[in-house]
């Protein structure tokens, strides 16, 4: 399930059954199901198996949680007093010889254990549920739990809610996700969860490739005003995940003036920028923003 894009936050009245406000995390979105045996599968938002990269908190999450649960969240990681996204980026040995902590952050449960008192009768799936009560279930199914286990920052108060959206920026928090209480759990986008950002974060549209296939140097990205720019700066993991990405998306070389010769994409793809702050035209590579 994931939020659109929406400019103002809404009221607490806004959204029906009331609007649950909730900090949102720079991370990597992860359900997590908890196998019989106590292993933790977490899948990415693109399929993609995320626990051999982060087989620490993998364990950790086995070790204090019941065969059966299904969680949403985000994997965090956290240096110098905020969460930094480039740390999930790095390679898991690098990460882990520099001792940079990786949290789990659930914000909503998909499943229980069947049988468990937990179910109140719903069964093994809680999709169905409205949001409040599935945030109580979540909050019983963490009750005995700790770091690097824990929910997600929330409230019901607009106040508290707006301040938390200015105060907690300098903490890599990017901005606030609103949500229908009344909200069942369904895939895909919807308007019943709703992402405020801030302003320094803007989308693009991925139209091609500067460098070698296998490990691109920069990218062409055209903006929402229709400014075609190169973003250069690219992690080795963003370059890997890029090629493994675009593969079979690779189409005719193009000389783009003032920028270089890219190899363009049959079927662009929807990315996500941070604009520097003070640098103006200047932006940094986030992600793609697949099925978004």
């Avoid at 009221?11 to 900090?23: F, K, M």
């Avoid at 908190?57 to 985000?74: C, N, T």
Wanted: aromatic content about 6%; hydrophobic content about 40%.
């Amino acid at each position: 399930m994931r939020p659109r894009r929406a400019e103002e936050l809404p009221g607490p009245d806004g959204l029906p059954g009331g609007v649950q406000y909730s900090i949102k995390l720079d991370g990597f979105r992860a359900l997590a199901f908890v196998g019989d045996g106590g292993e933790v599968f977490l899948q990415s938002r693109s399929g993609r198996a995320l626990a051999p990269e982060f087989p620490v908190l993998a364990r950790r999450l086995g070790e204090g949680l019941p065969p059966g649960l299904v969680l949403d969240g985000e994997l965090c990681a956290y240096r110098d007093g905020r969460i930094g996204f480039a740390e999930l980026l790095r390679p898991r040995a690098e990460r882990e010889r520099s001792g940079v902590p990786v949290y789990y952050i659930a914000f909503d449960i998909l499943a229980v254990p069947a049988g468990s008192a937990q179910a109140a009768g719903a069964g093994r799936d809680v999709r169905p549920l409205p949001l409040r009560e599935r945030w109580e279930l979540l909050g019983a199914a963490l009750r005995e739990t700790g770091p690097p286990l824990q929910r997600v920052l929330a409230t019901r108060d607009e106040g508290t809610a707006r301040l938390w959206f200015d105060g907690l920026r300098d903490k890599g928090v990017e901005g606030i996700v609103a949500k229908s209480l009344d909200s069942a759990y369904r895939a895909g986008p919807t308007w019943a969860w709703q992402k405020i950002r801030h302003t320094d974060t803007v989308d693009g549209t991925l139209l091609g490739l500067f460098g070698p296939e296998r490990r691109p140097r920069a990218l062409l990205v055209r903006l929402a005003d229709g400014r075609e720019v190169r973003v250069a700066a690219l992690t080795a993991v963003h370059a890997r995940d890029l090629a493994e990405l675009t593969a079979h998306r690779l189409g005719r070389l193009a000389d783009r003036p003032g920028l270089g010769r890219a190899r363009l994409l049959t079927e662009p793809l929807p990315v996500e920028l941070r604009e520097a702050p003070g640098r103006h035209g200047t932006a940094r590579f986030v992600r793609v923003r697949t099925n978004d």
